[in-house]
Nanobody, 126 residues
Framework: QVQLVESGGGLVQAGGSLRLSCAAS????????MGWFRQAPGKEREVVAA????????TYADSVKGRFTISRDNAKNTAYLQMNSLKPEDTAVYRC???????????????????WGQGTQVTVSS
């Protein structure tokens, strides 16, 4: 199985930046789509950004376009989410994913396994 370990969350003022990292164990990660999802209190989980296995395709939620950038370094088995111009409404638990859920948005699709990180809290104060 694949284990995803996240880091980089925290408290930041509106307008600031954070960079989330997701380090994956094993080599399987590099063949799967990867994504960042978030869930705020009282709201449904939503995809923030997703990236194909080789970085050739990305997708972003409308609310973060132009502010967030997803990337991956397969040689390091690590994915990133650079978050700039943060807003209070970005406050949520952010989870890293590789496999089926991310494959709903970018290739490869129909992945038979799904792995999630533990979640990291991002809090943006006004």
């Amino acid at each position: 199985q694949v284990q995803l370990v996240e880091s980089g969350g925290g408290l930041v003022q509106a307008g600031g930046s954070l960079r989330l990292s997701c380090a994956a164990s094993g080599r399987t990660f590099s063949t799967y789509a990867m994504g960042w999802f978030r869930q705020a209190p009282g709201k449904e989980r939503e995809v923030v950004a997703a990236i194909s296995w080789n970085g050739g395709s990305t997708t972003y939620a409308d609310s973060v376009k132009g502010r967030f950038t997803i990337s991956r370094d397969n040689a390091k088995n690590t994915a990133y989410l650079q978050m700039n111009s943060l807003k209070p409404e970005d406050t949520a638990v952010y989870r890293c994913n590789t496999g089926k859920s991310s494959g709903d948005y970018v290739p490869p699709r129909g992945i038979p396994v799904d792995y999630w990180g533990q979640g990291t809290q991002v809090t943006v104060s006004s």
